[in-house]
């Protein structure tokens, strides 16, 4: 038997394999835990390839904490989160799950892609982001949106539940954007901000690398950090993350006690 080639559909978390053998030449279709072990196999060639054309650049100066720190990197094309789109695992959660009718909060919602798609889906979505040439774009990019989306130019660690509380919250690069000292404070914000029952969906980077943005965060941290305010609805290590993120990604449901 001879492979002729593999090719990823990230998005619909599918591998299809050419062969040539005694049938001939056919396209095999893997999904499921088969599509996951040949992830698992091919990450570390994805991740030499990117390294190689897309090299790391070094921690930025500043701290995390200033709101110039993030605008900083907007201006100067430092967002290497930047994806265009939503990330593929909160695609497959809001396919997977009814959000309809939820008051969302997004928290660092950035250029927005994650907001306008859970309010795609239906629910009723604000989202917050630090920097507003953030939130500026984000709402350039909702232009001729037909679900709103209210984007609010907001430190998420001045909220208050004056200002309404939430069914769902929604992470992405915002927890591992922080400076990780504030990772206990986050999570009792976030416990005030939710209605009895709300959850947390979060996509959280565990790259293991030492320094940031993005700060890594173990299974062990994330747990332990969430685990005195939310019980645990789903975990797992997503195989449909962008190559760049493979086997990097938890993507985690919490549900407030």
């Known amino acids: 038997m001879d492979l002729r080639s593999i090719k990823l559909d990230w998005q ?4 299809y394999i050419e062969i040539a053998d005694a049938k001939g030449e056919r396209t095999v279709e893997l999904e ?46 430092g ?65 001729g949106e037909k679900a709103p989306v209210e984007f609010r130019c907001r430190d998420l660690f001045a909220l208050t539940k004056d200002e309404g509380l939430y069914d769902l919250v929604v992470e992405h690069c915002c927890y591992c954007a922080i400076e990780p000292r504030r990772r206990v404070e986050y999570v009792e914000v976030v416990t005030s901000l939710l209605n009895p029952g709300g959850r947390v969906v979060g996509l959280f980077y565990s790259h293991g690398r030492v320094g940031g943005p993005p700060f890594s965060v173990s299974e062990d941290e994330l747990r332990a950090s969430f685990g005195a305010r939310f019980r645990v609805e789903s975990w797992e290590r997503p195989v449909d993350s962008v190559a760049a993120r493979t086997g990097q990604e938890l993507l985690a449901v919490f549900r407030k006690s």
């Not at 619909?12 to 591998?15: C, E, Q």
């Not at 990117?50 to 904490?65: K, Q, T, W």
């Open 32 to 77: 499921g835990d088969a599509f996951g072990r040949i992830i698992q196999s091919t990450d570390p060639l994805i991740r030499a390839v990117l390294a190689e054309v897309r090299p790391r650049r070094p921690d930025p100066a500043g701290s995390p904490s200033d709101a110039s720190f993030w605008t900083e990197l907007y201006r100067s094309n």
């Open 79 to 143: 967002d290497g989160w930047e994806l265009g789109r939503a990330t593929p695992p909160l695609a497959r959660f809001v396919r997977e799950n009814k959000v309809d009718g939820l008051r969302t909060l997004v928290v660092g919602c950035g250029r927005g892609h994650e907001a306008r798609l859970f309010a795609r889906a239906g629910a009723q979505v604000v989202g917050i982001d630090f920097s507003s040439d953030a939130i500026a774009e984000a709402e350039r990019l909702s232009i």
């Open 12 to 15: 619909r978390a599918r591998a």
